[in-house]
């Protein structure tokens, strides 16, 4: 079993992942500078993964656990080396790293594209230069559908045009187009390609990720009012907000509301595991893949399927369509099927009962401290 970096793990796709990794059996040592998240998570990820969690200095390390968490920033070079030397010299070099850190809200990404870019596109440039220095190169990197933005097919396959609307999208892209350089691959032609140098990267383009891990435990918490639609739904159920603000009925779609392909985080969490086993165990290579469940939902299938799972009326009024908005977003989820054989074993049902779970358990989200 590999000694893995996983950086940003504390977040909500990271802390699920973490878990997935150590029931896996993988060595963890998570980086993460809190600045949207809570150590609380990776302390109930121990629990429920029956391990012990490590908090330690980037220069101190103790000893080598099984789960170690470093409080630290991607940006940090000194750090980064820091944690690589310390893992060789406890004899258990990093092997992988999984690249979760990063900013993620559409919205402040137009306010703030200095931010965006710095964190997003100078943090993995640091990140990709300290891995090679220590000849550590196998990544996983977080990627998104907004990549894509207003796509000119659905379902949308890997090889459609990316042409990304806003700061974020924009740093994504220039995060995938370093890895793709580095790899000294070309552009977005093929899914597929064989990498130099020895890198072995994966770009997982996430869709909607949302729920929750089944026990209620650890989910997603986010900052203030919630942007997207999964977690203000799930405040409207838990009474945190009055009603949800439906963004346009007037959608060329069935009920007149936008579709998304929402993914339960689980069936995310176990498409990072297979996708780092494919790597480990690949020639070198740069994927790039969908990771979808190719099953469209609207706005209203969503508050319909929380009303069932909570037993509660979400109240809500229709307002105009949110600028920057698309009609329908779906992954052609093909790939990652033949490539990795996974596929999203979860429904709509399954994420709304976890995702009330862990709303229910936790109203008020983790409680913000590190
Ligand atoms: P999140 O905000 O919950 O997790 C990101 C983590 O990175 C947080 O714990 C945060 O504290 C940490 N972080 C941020 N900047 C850092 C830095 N400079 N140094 C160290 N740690 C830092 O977000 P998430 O939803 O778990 O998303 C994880 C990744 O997946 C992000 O890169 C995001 O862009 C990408 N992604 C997310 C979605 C989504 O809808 N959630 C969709 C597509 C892609
Ligand atoms: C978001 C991101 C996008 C990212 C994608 C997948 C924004 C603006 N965009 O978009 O970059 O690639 O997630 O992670 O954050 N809705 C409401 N009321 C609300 C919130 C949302 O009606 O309060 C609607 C939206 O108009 C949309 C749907 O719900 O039609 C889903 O919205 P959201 O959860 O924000 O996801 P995306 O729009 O896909």
Redesign the pocket.
């Known amino acids: 079993m590999a000694q893995l970096l996983i950086t940003g793990g504390a977040g909500f796709i990271g802390s699920h992942t973490c878990l997935v990794l150590l029931e896996a059996g993988h060595q963890l040592l998570v980086l993460d500078d809190f600045s949207n998240s809570s150590a609380v998570a990776l302390e109930r990820v121990a629990e429920l993964a029956g391990v012990r969690l490590q908090r330690d200095q980037p220069t101190l390390r103790a000893a080598p656990e099984t789960f170690t968490l470093v409080e630290g920033d991607i940006r940090d070079a000194q750090c980064l080396d820091a944690l690589f030397a310390s893992a060789t010299t406890f004899g258990q070099p990093i092997e992988a790293v999984i690249h979760f850190a990063g900013l993620?809200?559409?919205?402040e990404s137009v306010q703030q594209p200095l931010r965006y870019w710095d964190v997003n596109v100078v943090g993995t440039q640091r990140l990709l230069s300290a891995m090679d220095r220590h000849s550590c190169r196998t990544l996983v990197f977080s990627s998104?559908?907004?990549?894509y933005g207003y796509p000119d097919q659905v379902p949308i396959p890997e090889t459609a045009p990316i042409q990304p609307i806003?700061p974020?999208?924009a740093s994504k892209h220039a995060a995938e187009s370093l890895l793709a350089n580095l790899a000294g691959c070309s552009g977005n032609t093929e899914p597929i390609q064989a990498s130099e140098g020895g890198w072995r990267i994966a770009r997982l383009r996430?869709?909607?990720?949302?729920g929750a891990h089944p026990s209620g435990r650890i989910g997603e918490d986010p900052n203030g009012i919630?942007?997207?639609?999964?977690p203000?739904?799930t405040q409207v159920a838990v009474g945190r907000r009055p009603q949800?603000?439906?963004?346009?009925d007037d959608?060329p779609t069935p009920d007149g509301?936008?579709?998304?392909d929402y993914i339960h985080v689980m069936d995310l969490a176990e498409g990072h595991r297979e996708a780092l086993h494919s790597l480990l165990n690949a020639d070198p290579q740069l994927l790039t893949l969908n990771l979808g469940s190719g099953q469209g939902a609207s706005?209203l299938d969503?508050v319909k399927a929380m009303e069932a799972a909570s037993q509660r009326p979400i109240p809500y009024r229709i307002?105009p369509?949110?600028p920057?908005?698309?009609a329908i977003?779906l992954a052609n989820p093909t790939l990652a099927a033949e490539h990795l054989y996974w596929r999203t074993q979860r429904s709509l049902t399954d994420i709304c009962r976890d995702g009330w779970s862990w709303q229910q358990a936790n109203p008020q989200g983790y409680i913000r401290q590190t």
């Open positions: 993620k809200a559409v919205g998104s559908t907004t990549l806003n974020y999208g996430y869709f909607n990720p949302v919630p942007n997207n639609l999964f203000f739904i949800l603000t439906v963004f346009g959608w509301t936008c579709i998304r706005v969503v307002a369509r949110r920057g908005d698309v977003t």
